[in-house]
């Protein structure tokens, strides 16, 4: 139940403690004078029940706590440490001297709310419509757009430690849910192999191929083992997505050859849309140039010119165009009053349709031409005009 909270006055409040130690010009204070004032409680409260449970921690000061966390490049451990002893964190955030206001945990159980309640730009709209009312950003200003890519925080696993962790993400669940039937799994399967420990660890035959030939030939033979008896029984939703996921990869990295022996697939065999990883599914394998390439995501940023403020921010898989997104991101900003007059973006944003609809919009694309086209196959090159 979501209520707001009552601040009852305390020697130990560092609003008062603390207003002659925090300089006029500190960027604390700053937050707390022009940040703190543009939420409210009642913003998050189609995120909670109206009418039953404990109150929660105030999402006002938790949405406030993510903006620091950013601006320290903290992880949610040390952010929660940096909550309990730093003054101008505390002062920041209205927070008492003696005052531990949560656990790390609270900080991604908020996101993950943010998310499912489709709330995970309302903080930066806010702050972004506060940056027009100013004037900081002019409603048809022009902008810019680039794309830079994010390295998702997993390893990159060999086929053979692929399927075992996706092997280790259905065995989990199924412990606690089906416990008759784990037990006939493990009955029929090397349980050791999928520990924590075993599934996370380099793996032993990854420079010898007949090692490595064998080892895949196990461990599928476990997946297919476990796929099998889980096949027809009734589980939630959280393991038949799991379950899914261990036939995808083995579809997508295993073959058998025509003598009816598992081969991995060559490379040039496998789906481009590949899942790299059961522990992040949307990280893709992606490439910046022809050199640079990673594993992760792209983020799209749109920007103003003049004074550099973000206008809006959109990620997507890495394998994905840096243009796909462009046309969605600026008809968003309608919604903020914001109709830039140009969006200026490099050779990956001057699609002919991306024009287009954003001169359907009232923006016009400047970004160089290109020679060939991925959707279009071809286009009028510069060279036939005068």
């Known amino acids: 139940m979501l209520k707001s909270p009552q601040s009852q006055g305390s020697f130990f409040d560092t609003t008062y403690i603390c207003e002659e130690l925090i300089s006029p010009d500190s960027y604390y204070r700053k937050f707390k004078e022009i940040v703190w004032p543009l939420m409210d409680e009642l913003d998050f409260e189609t995120m909670y029940c ?3 449970g404990r109150p929660p921690i105030s999402p006002k000061l938790l949405a406030m ?7 320290k490049t903290l992880s949610d451990r040390e952010m929660e440490r940096s909550c309990m002893y730093d003054i101008e964190v505390k002062y920041a955030l209205g927070l008492k001297l003696n005052e531990r206001p949560f656990d790390h945990s609270s900080l991604g159980d908020f996101r993950q ?8 730009k309302m903080i930066f709209e806010k702050i972004l419509n506060r940056l027009i009312e100013l004037g900081l950003i002019k409603r048809d200003e ?19 430690a692929l399927i075992k962790k996706g092997v ?3 065995l989990k669940p199924l412990k606690g849910q089906k416990p008759k039937v784990y037990e006939q799994v493990i009955g029929k399967i090397d349980s050791e192999e999928y520990t924590r420990e075993k599934v996370n660890q380099a793996d032993e035959g990854r420079l010898d191929v007949e090692k490595r030939k064998k080892k895949l030939v196990k461990v599928v033979t476990d997946a297919r083992n476990l796929l099998k008896e889980v096949e027809t ?7 038949r997505k ?7 990869i083995l579809q997508e990295n295993v073959k058998e050859s025509d003598e009816g022996k598992i081969e991995e697939r060559g490379y040039k065999e496998k789906p481009k849309d590949i899942l790299v990883s059961p522990i992040d599914e949307d990280a893709r394998y992606g490439c910046k140039s022809d050199t640079k390439r990673f594993m992760g995501y792209k983020a799209n940023v749109t920007e103003s010119v003049e004074k550099r403020f973000i206008t809006n921010i959109q990620v997507i898989r890495g394998n994905r165009p840096d243009g796909e997104p462009m046309v969605g991101m600026v008809i968003e900003q309608k919604l903020t009053g914001l109709v830039p007059q140009k969006l200026i973006g490099d050779a990956a944003y001057a699609d002919g349709m991306n024009r287009k609809l954003l001169k359907d919009n009232a923006t016009m694309v400047v970004a160089p031409l290109r020679e060939t086209n991925a959707s279009a196959k071809k286009v009028y090159p510069k060279s036939m005009f005068h």
């Not at 709310?113 to 995970?120: A, I, K, M, N, V």
């Not at 799991?242 to 995808?248: F, G, Q, V, Y």
């Open 50 to 52: 109206q009418d039953n």
């Open 65 to 71: 706590v993510l903006l620091l966390q950013f601006h």
């Open 113 to 120: 709310r943010l998310l499912d309640h489709g709330q995970s």
């Open 142 to 160: 022009i902008q810019r757009i680039d794309a830079t890519h994010m390295i998702a925080d997993i390893a990159i696993p060999t086929v053979v």
């Open 168 to 170: 280790r993400e259905v």
């Open 233 to 239: 029984i009734e589980v939630s939703r959280e393991l």
């Open 242 to 248: 799991r379950i899914k996921m261990l036939k995808r």
